[in-house]
């Protein structure tokens, strides 16, 4: 059964930091792109970074370029999002994605090319 399953969000102050986790099951993260991305109440989903499945290629958004940063342990089977600098228009729910064709520098990260969803974890950036 394939499964994604994200963990790490919470409440944190601006200027803090967080990581974000995003467990895989029933696939390997190596086979296949992996994206993160972010709603915020009536807004639309926001591609916010990727990785590709050889791992060498990484993606972001503009708006989270030098703060945030994307990585993935195969043992563990698990993509991580660090962020930090959190400022309080991060907040948002994170949402992970696979089984996009590819993640290419420099392009939109688009959610529409990512066919398989986890259920999302809260990120609140308050003081």
């Known amino acids: 059964q394939l499964q994604l399953v994200e963990s790490g969000g919470g409440l944190v102050q601006p200027g803090g930091s967080l990581r974000l986790s995003c467990a895989a099951s029933g696939f390997t993260v190596d086979y296949t792109a992996v994206g993160w991305f972010r709603q915020a109440p009536g807004k639309e989903r926001e591609g916010v970074s990727c990785?590709?499945?050889?791992?060498?290629?990484?993606n972001y958004a503009d708006s989270v370029k030098g703060r945030f940063t994307i990585s993935r342990n195969n043992a563990a089977n698990t993509v991580y999002l660090q962020m930090n600098s959190l400022k309080p228009e991060d907040t948002a729910v994170y949402y992970c994605a696979a089984f996009a064709p590819r993640c290419s520098s420099g392009t939109p990260i688009r959610a529409n090319q990512y066919a398989y969803w986890g259920q999302g974890t809260q990120v609140t950036v308050a003081s």
């Open positions: 990785i590709s499945s050889s791992g060498v290629m990484t």
